[in-house]
Nanobody, 122 residues
Framework: QVQLVESGGGSVEAGGSLRLSCTVS??????MGWFRRPPGKEREWVGT????????YLATSVLGRFTISQDSAKKTVYLQMNSLKPEDTAIYYC?????????????????WGQGTQVSVSQ
């Protein structure tokens, strides 16, 4: 049984920072993804880390502001979010067990966390 637990969400003012964590229990997979669902919108891909080599891939909307890292010993992946904007307001999810294809297709990820709310005010 694989479970993912996110933490670290909250409310910040524009320009602020937050760090989200995603801890995996059970089997570890070769990639972890971060997604978000803004209010009234579809879930969108934020970024991916290859847990074997730590290569990261980020959506253009967050490139230069967000980074993904990991602590393998803790089976935890982090999403560091800097220079936050109101449009970053969303529920953020982590996912694992990537089956192939494009990172951004949610159907290619098998296990999901419960989500954590991030709210950014002006």
């Amino acid at each position: 049984q694989v479970q993912l637990v996110e933490s670290g969400g909250g409310s910040v003012e524009a320009g602020g920072s937050l760090r989200l964590s995603c801890t995996v229990s059970g089997r570890a997979y070769s990639a972890m993804g971060w997604f978000r669902r803004p209010p009234g919108k579809e879930r969108e891909w934020v970024g991916t880390i290859r847990t074997g080599g730590s290569s990261t891939y980020l959506a253009t909307s967050v490139l230069g502001r967000f980074t993904i890292s990991q602590d393998s010993a803790k089976k935890t992946v982090y999403l560091q979010m800097n220079s936050l904007k109101p449009e970053d307001t969303a529920i953020y999810y982590c996912a694992t067990a990537f089956s192939g294809g494009t990172w951004s297709d949610t159907s290619n990820w098998r296990y999901w966390g419960q989500g954590t709310q991030v709210s950014v005010s002006q």
